[in-house]
């Protein structure tokens, strides 16, 4: 089966740096987003992957090593705005698109 | 451009009721989804369609129909309302699926409680 698993929650201090891991296994791959949500909103894209390596973009960087199945999104930097859940996603072989649970980060002053 | 705009924002449904969920993108894409995320979980696709005239079955189909008739609009049909289909549905389009970066541009989504 096709699965992409998260971390549900975690908590992170205004000013410092979160990492958010994701792991899939899905049938093929062609490329992995993340993106953000805030509560009550829609999803808004942050990122893409499709080579090993880091993507970097202000604040946020993205990282994926597609041997191990593994990703990372990195926040630099947090703002009290950054409190969202952040969805990773993943293209397979079908070029449909596979989502996680989303990991809900509550940032704190 | 306006995006993608989806009507209603909210709705309450009673047991056994129909209603048509309106989907409009105004970016010329191709691709056009139907997703619905339960609290606390992923987004699970309903249908999709690649273009005018074509669609197909997403992960969770039954309960659900869909028409493209134009590149626009994409409407989602619920025939027979049940309280499992109470969730949010959000309606998405991208350029294409096998784009390089095929990002999903969503609409702002439509709250249903089926009682």
């Known amino acids: 089966g096709q699965n992409i698993d998260q971390p549900t929650e975690m908590t992170a201090t205004e000013g410092a740096i979160v990492q958010i891991n994701c792991t899939y296994q899905?049938?093929?791959?062609?490329?992995l987003f993340w993106y953000q949500q805030h509560a009550g909103e829609a999803p808004t894209f942050l990122s893409y992957?499709?080579l090993d390596g880091l993507e970097e973009k202000g604040r946020f960087s993205s990282f994926l090593s597609r041997s191990k199945g593994y990703s990372y999104l990195l926040l630099k930097e947090l703002q009290m705005k950054d409190s969202a859940s952040y969805l990773c996603?993943?293209?397979?072989?079908?070029?449909?698109?596979?989502w996680g649970a989303g990991t809900k980060l509550i940032i704190k002053p | 451009n306006a995006g993608v705009t989806q009507t209603p924002k909210f709705r309450i449904l009673k047991i056994g009721q129909s209603m048509t969920l309106q989907c409009a993108q105004d970016?010329?894409?191709?691709?056009m989804y139907w997703y619905r995320q339960d609290p606390g979980m992923g987004l699970k696709l309903i249908y999709y369609s690649v273009g005018a005239g074509i669609t197909d079955k997403g992960e969770v189909p039954n309960g659900y129909n869909v028409s493209r008739s134009t590149t626009e609009d994409f409407p989602l049909r619920l025939e027979l309302a049940a309280p499992s289909q109470t969730s949010v549905y959000f309606c998405?389009?991208?350029?294409?699926?096998?784009?390089?970066?095929?990002?999903?541009?969503f609409g702002p989504g439509t709250r249903l409680t089926v009682l």
């Open positions: 998405a389009s991208s350029y294409s699926a096998g784009h390089n970066i095929n990002e999903q541009f």
């Open positions: 970016m010329n894409h191709n691709y």
């Open positions: 899905t049938s093929g791959f062609n490329g």
């Open positions: 992957n499709v």
């Open positions: 996603a993943v293209t397979d072989s079908n070029y449909q698109l596979i």
